[in-house]
């Protein structure tokens, strides 16, 4: 089970760290995306951390302003999310990929995981 925590309002120009805890799986050999929904759009995929080899990946339009790190020892996976933007107001989700992979290019696509959390709300404020 994947929960996500962190999110709320914010205002525009502020920063936001968002955790996803795993319960009943631990992070070893997996990868942890990252997600967002926003109303009237499509999925769209953030990043991704490969437990293999501690390795991130960012979706170019995310590079800069997002960062992906790791608690091992609290089965956690963080997203910090810096000068935010009315365009980033959305659901944010976790999701994990069982396997030994290291992060690459895939890893934004949410068809490739195999669970999900049930996301967390961020709203901004201008």
């Known amino acids: 089970q994947l929960v996500e925590s962190g999110g709320g309002l914010v205002q525009a120009g502020g920063s936001l760290t968002l955790s996803c805890a795993a319960s009943?799986?631990?992070?070893?050999?997996?990868?942890i995306g990252w997600f967002r929904k926003a109303p009237g759009k499509e999925r769209e995929g953030i990043g991704c951390f490969a437990t293999t080899d501690a390795g991130t990946y960012y979706e170019y339009s995310m590079k800069g302003r997002f960062t992906i790190s790791s608690n091992n020892a609290k089965n956690t996976v963080y997203l910090q999310m810096n000068s935010l933007k009315p365009d980033d107001m959305a659901v944010y989700y976790c999701?994990?990929?069982?396997?030994?992979?290291?992060?690459?290019?895939?890893?934004?696509?949410?068809?490739?995981?195999?669970?999900w959390g049930q996301g967390t709300q961020v709203t901004l404020s201008s």
């Open positions: 009943g799986i631990t992070f070893k050999n997996y990868v």
């Open positions: 999701a994990a990929k069982m396997g030994n992979y290291y992060a690459g290019a895939y890893c934004t696509q949410s068809t490739k995981y195999d669970y």
